[in-house]
């Protein structure tokens, strides 16, 4: 069969009914290859944004929201930011602020090859921020990086902060055709009990242990490999329990910036400041999440600060 490339980009809702519960397969290929690419991160930095982008995807897309979901660890390691925005229409983007001596002295002298985390984060917290734009509430979750793997550190977010039971793996890749990321959820489903309200019935645990372990045996390679669908893979899983997929939706690589932004901000920066930045007569601008350069000169940043 012809792989179908949207499949590269796109997130699978689907529902496991024998089990009750629902889930998303979230697969990257273009997406993830363009932020990492662009940026020519080193690899370990690769590897953890590019699982961070499959997390946002995943988290994201189980929201309901009209917005961005921010995805962030900050951290005491090497790499002291990692960052992934999530669009309710999906759009992503995302960054890494790092030091690259720490990053290959962390990759040659440390020998828990399996922790990236405690390697290359350190200490720190991973946020989760859903932004609906002025006059909504901000909603944030925060846990701390504690746990081996970014995986582990999602759990435990979960623990925390999700009354929904949910299931998690993540998978990064570099191929012949570039990055790929991807991510398998699960959730429990709520069930009507007396008076149709929404119940986590106990003697569902076998069933949500049962798809927890059938979760468990997708392989990395099983969840980025664009050879294999998206619909055959949830079919290899969980077909003996009833697996029905829902239409899939699209996810891109898309950065947000503008010269309007940008001059916003400038314009409401001290002239002293902007006088310093300023640099045979124009002042640069570069996006930290898609690399652009802006130019700009000073008269358009002293219309800008007129204007707000
Ligand atoms: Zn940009």
């Known amino acids: 069969m012809v792989p179908d490339l949207t499949d590269r980009d796109s997130i699978q809702p689907f529902q496991i009914d024998g089990l009750n519960l629902s889930g998303r397969l979230v697969r990257l290929g273009e997406t993830v290859d363009q932020v990492l690419t662009q940026h020519c991160y080193p690899e370990p930095v690769s590897r953890l944004l590019g699982e961070l982008m499959a997390l946002a995807a995943a988290l994201g897309s189980g929201l309901k929201f009209d917005g961005r979901l921010t995805a962030e660890t900050r951290g005491d390691g090497p790499i002291r930011l990692l960052a992934v925005d999530f669009m309710s229409d999906g759009a992503m983007r995302g960054y890494a602020s790092f ?7 962390a990759q040659d ?8 985390v405690p390697r290359f984060l350190g200490n720190g917290l991973l946020a989760l921020t859903v932004d609906q734009g002025p006059d909504t509430e901000l909603y944030q979750g925060i846990v701390k990086l504690d746990g081996a ?3 582990d550190c ?26 790929h990321a991807g991510a398998l959820t699960l959730q429990r489903l709520a069930e009507l009990g007396a008076g149709d309200e929404p119940v986590f019935r106990a003697d569902r645990e076998d069933a ?25 893979l949830l079919y290899r899983l969980f077909h003996e329990e009833g697996v029905r997929v829902f239409d899939p939706r699209a996810v891109r ?56």
């Open 99 to 105: 030091d690259a001596e720490g990053v290959t002295a």
């Open 109 to 116: 002298h440390t020998a828990t090859e399996s922790s990236p």
């Open 149 to 151: 793997t970014l995986g």
């Open 154 to 179: 999602a759990h435990n977010y979960f623990q925390q902060s999700d009354q929904v039971d949910t299931a998690l793996k993540l998978a990064i890749g570099d191929g012949e055709d570039g990055w």
């Open 208 to 232: 949500w242990r049962t798809g927890v372990a059938l979760l468990g045996t997708a392989t990395s390679s099983e969840l980025i490999d664009g050879r294999l669908s998206t619909h055959d």
């Open 253 to 308: 690589f898309q950065c947000s910036c503008s010269d309007e932004r940008a001059l916003a901000i400038l314009g409401q920066m001290p002239a002293k400041e902007i006088e310093d930045l300023v640099v045979d007569g124009v002042l640069e601008v570069v996006c930290q999440f898609c690399n652009r350069t802006q130019v700009f000169t000073p008269d358009q940043i002293g219309d800008a600060a007129q204007e707000s």
